[in-house]
């Protein structure tokens, strides 16, 4: 099942790292689950373009692909060979030997037994494990470092890049299984959900919030002090602002490199709970009353 990672990410096989950077976050923001929900066919694409860039942005993994030592998936494409044995799906955290970071483990993780086909002599990387993790919403917008315990009793200090989205699985060179006769350890794939945010919401880099103000912010502007994913700002609120109206705050967004996303501040008018005797008086003599809404 074998698939080509330049062509799902839409590169050259010459293409520079940027390239294939820049293609991975413009192909990422179209096909996201959150911004395509429903669609399996998106869903199925984002997970085999994270699984490409995976391979490809990491120089290692891309020279020995490149070179046909191993395939799409990160296979040694000699340790199997025709006529070898099958065995059942396999369960649990453990990946095959030398499986490259896929976002899913897919159909045929497990196919071959640990014991079916033809195995070369000699030191062997060690398995892979998988693990589950749900990430922080602001860690995922900021980045951050997050303790995890390993399936050994082991804890190790986890880098969350900024701009990290539901479905990405991040990688610990070396935190498997030990490797077979000496070789080298397996790597930990983390498979990672984002969990949501009360306040925020997540537009690709974007990100959207409300902002409820008093009728006196609105019709006489001023300024106020605002909770944003990175810590707080002062908002100058313009005179005669309206709700629905949208503030955009540059690079305060999703932490993304080399360039961040925006904040979209939508400002929601909210009239006040005590008896508002006094604006009913008012708006009875207001010449404006009668003036006609755009609708």
Do not use: C
């Not at 396999?90 to 497990?110: H, N, Q, Y």
């Not at 900024?162 to 490797?179: A, D, E, F, N, Y």
């Amino acid at each position: 099942m074998s698939w080509d990672p330049y062509a799902v990410l839409g590169v050259s096989k010459s293409a520079s790292a940027e390239e294939i950077r820049k293609n991975y976050r413009r192909l990422a923001k179209e096909l996201h689950p959150d911004v395509r929900p429903n669609d399996k066919s998106a869903e199925e694409r984002f997970k085999r373009v994270s699984a490409a860039f995976q391979l490809l942005s990491d120089e290692a993994s891309r020279a020995r692909y490149d070179r046909g030592e191993i395939d799409a998936e990160g296979n040694e494409r000699q340790a199997f060979h025709p006529g070898a044995g099958f065995g059942g799906f396999a369960g649990g955290a453990r990946g095959r030997p030398g499986r490259g970071p896929d976002v899913f483990e897919d159909i045929f993780d497990g196919l071959f037994s640990r014991g079916g086909g033809a195995r070369s002599a000699g030191p062997q990387k060690g398995e892979d494990v998988r693990y589950r993790m749900e990430v922080d919403f602001l860690d995922a917008v900021n980045g951050g470092r997050r303790r995890v315990a390993m399936s050994d009793g082991r804890s190790l200090d986890l880098a969350i890049p900024p701009g990290l989205v539901s479905g990405q699985t991040l990688r610990l060179k070396g935190q498997g299984h030990p490797g077979p006769g000496g070789g080298p350890g397996g790597d930990a794939l983390v498979e990672v959900t984002v969990g949501s945010h009360p306040v925020f919401r997540r537009e690709g880099e974007d990100i959207r919030m409300d902002l409820r103000i008093s009728l006196a912010e609105a019709v006489e502007g001023g300024k106020v002090q605002v909770a944003i994913p990175s810590g707080r700002v002062t908002l100058n609120i313009p005179e005669g602002s309206n709700s629905g109206d949208v503030m955009r705050l540059r690079g305060k967004g999703v932490q993304s490199r080399p360039q961040a996303g925006d904040l979209l501040v939508r400002l929601l008018i909210v009239l006040p709970e005590t008896d508002a005797g006094e604006l009913r008086e008012f708006l009875k003599s207001w010449p404006g009353r009668g003036a006609e809404i755009q609708r």
